[in-house]
């Protein structure tokens, strides 16, 4: 189902909970681990504040977008695999300038509980790119050890993105050395899933196409962080590695979202991380599902 407008309103200001959707015999459920805020002008440069004075519903109470920030996880029967690992046991000030504000994460491990999954059950950690927010779990040592959370398993990452990793940290890069395994575009890394490369936002971003019962559902990382990007594809974040090539991605990913059967995965869309893109006289338009 859809959520109200009220409702839809509500959740565009705050990040997401556990939501779960089914396809055929795949579950796949947002696994929260904590949240930053964004200065929506310094985030999406080609904005302007008459534009974010028009659509305040976007907005905290601090004039920040919050971005949800956590995991998706994919089960098909005794099988689990994650795609990212969130932001880890840690927490940043807002940065003095540019996008980012206040920072945490640290309740990916909890959601995994409440989900029924232990850590140990995770097969393998498939990353979109190198950002520490979605790489946090798979190198930070886990609470009370001094190993990360899924130490035994593979973390899955495009070659593309593993050959730039000069660009990452050092400290995250050794973290992640020992369990790397990199993966071609079009791979199938579990049943049903399949890695895309789709640069742009970093060298070799990467999204992922999971297919069961009829549907597919594409987690598409960071290729938008924003549901208002759907109906303005050419606003490219600051971050974009790239920002003409991630603009011509983002315009093709909109035009396939609204394709039958198909569903968005957006990680960083507030409380309206599952949803569809419909198109009407306005163009398209990111309507969210509930989980």
């Known amino acids: 189902m859809t959520y109200s407008a009220l409702d839809r309103s509500e959740r565009l200001r705050r990040p997401a909970g556990i939501r779960s959707l089914q396809l055929g015999d795949t579950r796949v459920s947002y696994v929260p681990d904590g949240a930053v805020q964004l200065r929506p002008r310094d985030l999406l440069p080609a904005t302007t504040s008459d534009l974010w004075a028009a659509h305040p519903e976007y907005l905290d109470e601090s004039g920040h977008l919050v971005a949800s920030i956590g995991g998706l996880l994919v089960e098909r029967g005794d099988r689990a695999l994650l795609i990212d690992a969130g932001f880890g046991p840690q927490s940043w000030p807002p940065a003095p300038d540019g996008p980012r504000g206040a920072i945490h994460g640290g309740a990916l491990l909890d959601s995994l509980a409440e989900l029924g999954r232990r ?27 001094d190993r990360p959370a899924f130490a035994h398993a593979d973390y899955l990452v495009a070659e593309p993105e593993w050959s730039r990793r000069d660009l990452v940290d050092a400290q995250e890069v050794a973290g992640l050395a020992p369990r790397i395994r990199t993966v071609t575009d079009g791979q199938e890394i579990f049943p049903g899933v399949r890695m895309r490369i ?31 990007q759907v109906s303005n594809p050419d606003w490219s974040s600051v971050w974009d590695h790239d920002p003409v090539v991630s603009a011509a991605h983002r315009h093709r990913l909109v035009a396939e979202l609204a394709e039958p059967d198909t569903i968005g995965f957006g990680i960083h869309f507030a409380g309206v991380v599952f949803g569809r893109v419909q198109r009407n006289g306005d163009g398209p338009t990111w309507t969210p599902l509930d989980g």
């Not at 549907?215 to 924003?226: K, P």
């Open 198 to 228: 789709t640069s742009g936002h970093s060298p070799g971003h990467a999204e992922y196409v999971i297919t069961s019962g009829g549907q597919r559902l594409i987690a598409f990382g960071d290729a938008l962080h924003s549901s208002i």
């Open 119 to 145: 850590p140990e059950e995770i097969e393998a950690v498939a990353i979109t790119h190198l950002h520490p927010d979605h790489t946090g779990w798979a190198w930070h040592p886990a609470p009370g050890g």
